[in-house]
Each structure stands twice: as C-alpha cells, then as structure tokens.
C-alpha cells in the first residue's frame, strides 16, 4: 500500500505477505520518477455524486451527503471516498485516488505507484547486497585473525 503523499512528506510502503516496511523520503524519490504520462483530469469526463455515508459517526454521518462517489466515463472507474467530514476536501481525496487508479490503468509498468515499488525494490536489493559483502568481510577478518593467532 503506498499513501498518496502526507504532510511530512514521506513514503511508506508496507507488504502483509512478507511484513516488511520501509520509508523513505519523497524527495530524493521525485527525481527518479517519470511525471509525465500521469493523465490529467477533465471534468467532463466524470460524474460527481455525493451520496450518503456508512460506518461509525452515528446521525451525523448516516443523514449528511458528503460521501463523494466519482465516475471517470470513458473508463467505467468508480472511486468512493468517506474520510473526512467535508464534502469538498472528500472529492479532493476521490480525485487523486482515481488520478492514481488511472495512472495504473493506462500506464501499467509506468505508473508511477510501479515505479516507486521498483525504485524501493531496487534500494532494497542494493541494501541486502551491501550486508551480504559487509558479512563476507567481517567472516573473512575472523578467519585470518583465527589462524594469526593460532
């Protein structure tokens, strides 16, 4: 799961399978992430309709309307987004969240959730490689330390 970016503006990704985490800073990742194919969003294109909310909130969020449901038409995409209590900052989330599902669904291997997997599988990789040689050295020191002073 990769969040869209938070106010400290770091990445988290997390895998259940394999329970490993990591994070790192946006920053240094935006440089290395191609933005330009990301599609844009036309308002034309969607269909906006604020419905009814579920879940905990009691009265309050079973009679107010500020759950946003967006349809992106020439796709068939339906984003729903309940989060916060205000309908405006709700379709501001759905927005993005359907921005990233389009991204995906257009762009496949070049979205640019793929590509931040790929740079932090790579960061990954490189990690494991340094502690396998920094192993292999320190392994090395003992066996020569054993035989000098045998």
């Known amino acids: 799961m990769i969040p869209l970016t938070n106010s400290n503006k770091l990445l988290y990704i997390s895998n259940n399978k394999n329970i490993f985490t990591y994070s790192y800073n946006l920053k ?3 440089k290395h992430i191609d933005f330009s194919k990301v599609p844009k969003l036309n308002d034309q294109e969607l269909e906006v309709q604020y419905v009814r909310g579920a879940g905990p909130g009691g009265q309050a969020t079973n009679k107010t309307n500020n759950a946003v449901m967006l349809r ?3 796709t068939g995409i339906i984003v729903k987004c309940h989060e ?3 309908q405006q900052r709700n379709k501001e ?3 993005k969240i359907l921005i990233n599902k389009l991204d ?3 762009n496949k291997e070049d979205a640019v959730e793929n590509q931040e ?4 599988k790579d960061i990954s990789l490189e990690k494991k490689r340094r502690q396998k040689k920094l ?3 320190k392994l090395s020191f003992k066996e020569q330390h054993d035989v ?3």
């Open 28 to 30: 240094s990742l935006k």
């Open 84 to 86: 916060t209590r205000s």
């Open 104 to 106: 995906l669904f257009y």
């Open 135 to 137: 192993a292999a050295l």
């Open 148 to 150: 000098n002073n045998s």
């Open 93 to 95: 989330i759905a927005e």
């Open 117 to 120: 997997k790929r740079i932090m």
């Open 72 to 74: 992106h038409t020439p």
